[in-house]
């Protein structure tokens, strides 16, 4: 009688195949893991709030450009009078008529101490700093999304590792049920493979359950069920220190883009709040009609034109504070620039420092994997001469079993600390070329409008198909 599951098997295969994978090229009905980015920043309603909040400052850039342009304002009055001069003597020195006066005035400002123009400058600041926000959402986007697909892409590699486990049990427990029907092993030994072989299903059972909670986190962060085998790609670009990884997210975070806008704000603040106590200054040309007005009789129209000032000297002595509050807050904004520079400074240290345990924890559970499958094959040998009971190769079985299964984990987690390293700088939307906005959209308000304070800025874009 043949007795296979003493013979050394080549149980690297299985995970040959998982390791293939992770750089294969994926077939025609797979879903790549840039596909899968891509339908989740699609669908995610985190974008569309970011997008809708861009738009809405957009407007409001507008709108503060409209307060630098003239006005017009249209007044019209109806009303019945009732007059009694003491002058006249006679029927007329009492007289109830309707009074009819309507004007019109155009009023263009020439002087308000810079406050309209800062307030476009700031409005178009905070659009800039949303645009930004845009961007560093598309960044988290990602990250999720890379995690959802890697996830259930490693729990089917752990589905297939537990089936393979039952696999090599069933054949177990069938060749012990032979060997003790041929008095060679206890019937002990027939329950302990079978108890085994229990162990393995359930197993089984759990990865089954571990793989559907991947799915629908999957579904949740895609937006759609999983399609077709998925393959992980080697990333390439990858930093090859801790301080360059340091130096390069300092550079590209959104995160410290974000907080200069804040501090942008303040500057132009300041100039607004301080405004209160400096001249307007505005031309102004007024037309009207005035009709049976104070007992008079008959149409009076009147035209004029020139100059009104406008100037607060006193405002409850406020003006002290008010500058010194902007100064505070702007102060604030500072020091919360350099709170954020820490925490991506440290978020990049640790995030290399994740990659380079993943690489290593992989490289020993490789070892350990290849030990393992010797210690296997030579307890099997060792059952057949009565040098070891059964007992301790299904126990043997059992840790090769748990280091396939974390070596698989081991790979995701390496594949994962790639891509997580690229959105520590900022550079994984890019990576799957995410544009954010579905166009080129770039966060340059600010200098285009102090180029043209009165012009109008188009944001509009297609969906993303």
Known sequence: MKNDFLQPRALGCIWLAVVSTFSSVPSANATTIGEAVTQAFANSNARQVAIETIEAQNRQVAISQGDRRATIDLFAELAMEQTNDGTVVGPRDENTQVARQAAIALTFPILDGNRTLNQVFRDANVLDAEIIRLSDAAETISLNAVRAYIDVFRRRQIVNISEENITTHVTIATQVGQLVEAGRLSEPDRFQANDK????????????????????????????????????????????????????????????????????????????????????????????VETDID???????????????????????????????????????????????????????????????????????????????????????????????????????????????????????????????????????????????????????????????????????TPLE
Do not use: C
């Open 197 to 288: 072989l229990l162990a393995a299903r359930l197993a089984h059972s759990g990865a089954k359950a571990s793989l559907n909670d991947a799915i629908s986190n999957y579904q949740l962060v895609v937006g759609m069920a999983p399609r077709g085998s998925f393959s992980i790609p080697t990333v390439s670009g990858i930093p090859r220190s801790a301080d360059a990884i340091e130096a390069s997210a300092v550079q590209n975070s959104y995160l410290l883009r974000i907080a200069q806008k804040d501090i942008d704000a303040f500057e132009y603040q300041e100039i607004i709040s301080t405004a209160d106590w400096k001249p307007r200054l505005d031309v102004f040309l007024r037309g009207g």
């Open 295 to 461: 007992g008079a009789e008959g149409t009076e129209t009147t035209l004029s034109t020139g100059l009104q000032l406008n100037w607060t000297f006193y405002k409850g002595g406020t003006r002290k504070e008010t500058i010194a509050r902007i100064r505070d807050l702007k102060m604030r904004a500072y020091y919360q620039k350099k709170q954020v520079e820490d925490e991506v400074r440290d978020l990049a240290r640790t995030t290399w420092n994740s990659y380079v345990a993943a690489i290593e924890r992989r490289q020993l559970l490789e070892s350990t994997e290849t030990n393992n499958e010797q210690i296997v094959a030579a307890f099997r040998q060792e059952v057949l001469a009565a040098k070891r009971p059964l007992l301790e190769v299904l126990d043997a079985e059992r840790s090769l079993f748990n280091i396939k299964v974390q070596r698989a984990n081991a790979q995701a987690a390496v594949a994962f600390q790639q891509y997580r390293m690229l959105a520590t700088q900022s550079k994984l939307a890019r990576h799957f070329g995410l544009s954010p906005f579905g166009s080129n959209l770039t966060a340059d308000f600010e200098n285009r409008v102090k180029a043209n304070p009165r012009g109008d800025f188009d944001i509009t874009a």
